[in-house]
């Protein structure tokens, strides 16, 4: 691939802007940083440029001709080849079988050469991770470094012109990651041009020639290693973007003395086993506690062992001075810990039941009613919740799926504003919601706040942890790796905290 151009790419999701402007361009076999804080469209641009995405304006040339790539097939065709953040393997199959999976070769009319996609297979593992993993082992079965670099090979055993890795280091410990520059560096040696998706910039001044900087869904600056320094300072202050301090000050929540206020819940050393790793923290009455740091940190995996729903493998926690030990989501609730889950119609909603179900529903196991129910009483008490929340339409009966996913989300969140939340655990839960939607959800969760509930935010979104938060934590490889209280909380040292700036190893 001589040239390759994405020019003024935009795209759109039910009403969030994905991509709003964003281009990159580049000649010849180069290594290209795209970079980026969370949301800023990276994984969008790289999705389109494989097929998986429709875009909905914009340009794609290859070698100088405008190109259009509606499924992955037609982008392997012009040799674009995607190894997913998200992994596309299949559990059940073995490895060998996920590598060749789609591009098998055929031994006669009606048998599939195995033996060669057997070769194939090993032969690109072993340039990756030599005797590491055994070809007929189910993929099920391996840990996360070892599906990351399946993941890879598979996309290599395509024979990619333009290879993306989209953060492929992500579940990669120090040794794997060198294995898999080496790697790179030899594609690039054989003409093959890399897009490398990453939050760590050790990585990207190490290994890219060029970097493209998003934020918000705008590609707004490039940094060239062949004329300037490999200096994470160059691109640091592109990913922030100077105007988000002035915009977050001026709504900013007062700060509060919190010194003094209980602490409602502690954690000691909490591991899962998994993703998190010797958690310690404390949590005190009408804090809110942010939990930041780049996506897939453990911050969910956090979040929802507070919830009940993940099991605490090592460790302790207490509520209000008293250690507890959760075995359900039902054992939290009875405790006083509610969640307001990430994905709100898989986890938060009977989509084709009424708001008033969807409200009153969790009275039924907390035991709040008797064996008949009172609907005198709890259409009353569904309608004050409307009220605050204020729904649109604030029409109990009608079903939540006709909702708009602003007015859903209050559904979620205004189902605790019954209950007295000793905890309340929010977990992402602003994405994807309008302005108004997200503007009376935090009123909400800070008229909970001053009445002594503690709350405990995830969010993918700097600006909410800035205009909400009392301190904020910062996870990064399943450890709490920062700490910033009130007047520390800006956009800089957020991202420098959570990009690592300043590391260099992984």
């Not at 999701?13 to 804080?37: P, Q």
């Not at 992402?428 to 935090?442: H, M, R, V």
């Amino acid at each position: 691939m001589e040239f390759f151009e994405g020019r003024n790419l935009q795209k759109r999701f039910e009403g969030v802007i994905a991509l709003h402007d964003a281009s990159m361009r580049f000649e010849g076999a180069k290594i290209c940083g795209l970079v980026g804080a969370n949301g800023s469209g990276k994984t969008t641009f790289a999705r389109i440029c494989c097929g998986l995405v429709k875009k909905d304006s914009g340009t794609i040339l290859i070698n100088g001709e405008e190109v259009s790539i509606s499924s992955p097939f037609e982008a392997n065709e012009y040799g674009i080849v995607l190894a997913h953040q998200n992994l596309s393997l299949i559990p059940d199959l073995t490895v060998w079988e996920n590598i060749k999976l789609g591009h098998e070769k055929a031994k006669n009319r009606f048998f599939l050469d195995n033996e060669a996609a057997r070769r194939d297979a090993e032969a690109i593992l072993n340039d990756l991770v030599p005797g590491e993993i055994a070809l007929e082992t189910v993929v099920a079965e391996l840990g996360p470094a070892h599906k990351q670099m399946v993941e890879i090979a598979k996309a290599l055993s395509q024979k990619p012109k333009l290879l993306i890795l989209d953060e492929p280091t992500a579940a990669l410990e120090y040794y794997h990651v060198e294995q898999l520059f080496k790697r790179i560096l030899q594609l690039k040696t054989q003409d093959v041009s890399i897009i490398f998706i990453s939050h760590r910039l050790w990585e990207i001044t190490r290994l890219c020639d060029i970097v493209f900087v998003f934020r918000n869904g705008i590609s707004v600056g490039t940094v060239d290693f062949g004329k300037e320094e490999r200096d994470a300072s160059l691109i640091v202050p592109m990913i922030t973007g100077e105007e988000k301090h002035r915009t977050f000050d001026s709504v900013r929540k007062p700060k509060k003395p919190l010194e003094g206020a209980d602490v409602s819940l502690e954690l000691s050393n909490v591991s899962d086993g998994i993703k998190m790793k010797d958690i310690s923290l404390r949590a005190r009455r009408g804090e809110v506690l942010g939990i930041g740091g780049l996506n897939g940190q453990g911050q969910e995996e956090l979040i929802m062992a507070v919830a009940g729903a993940v099991h605490i493998a090592s460790g302790s926690m207490s509520v209000d001075a008293e250690t507890v030990k959760f075995k359900h989501p039902k054992d939290a609730m009875k405790r006083g810990i509610y969640l307001v889950p990430g994905d709100r119609i898989v986890h938060g909603l009977f989509p084709t039941h009424t708001v008033l179900k969807n409200l009153i529903f969790p009275r039924l196991p907390l035991r709040k009613e008797g064996f008949r129910l009172n609907f005198k009483r709890l259409n009353s008490l569904s309608d004050d919740i409307i009220g605050r929340v204020d729904l649109v339409p604030p029409d109990r009966s009608m079903s939540v799926i006709k909702l708009s996913g602003g007015n859903q989300q209050k559904v979620v969140f205004g189902r605790w504003l019954q209950f007295m939340p000793t905890i309340l655990l929010l977990n992402d839960p602003a994405k994807g919601i309008d302005i108004q939607a997200k503007n009376a959800l935090f009123a909400l969760t800070h008229e909970l706040a001053g009445q002594g509930t503690t709350v405990i935010l995830y969010s993918s979104s700097n600006e909410e942890f800035i205009t909400n938060c009392d301190r904020v934590l910062i996870m990064f490889e399943g450890r709490i790796v920062d700490e910033f209280g009130y007047d520390d909380i800006t956009e800089d040292n957020l991202v420098k905290s959570s990009l690592r700036v300043g590391e260099t190893g992984v």
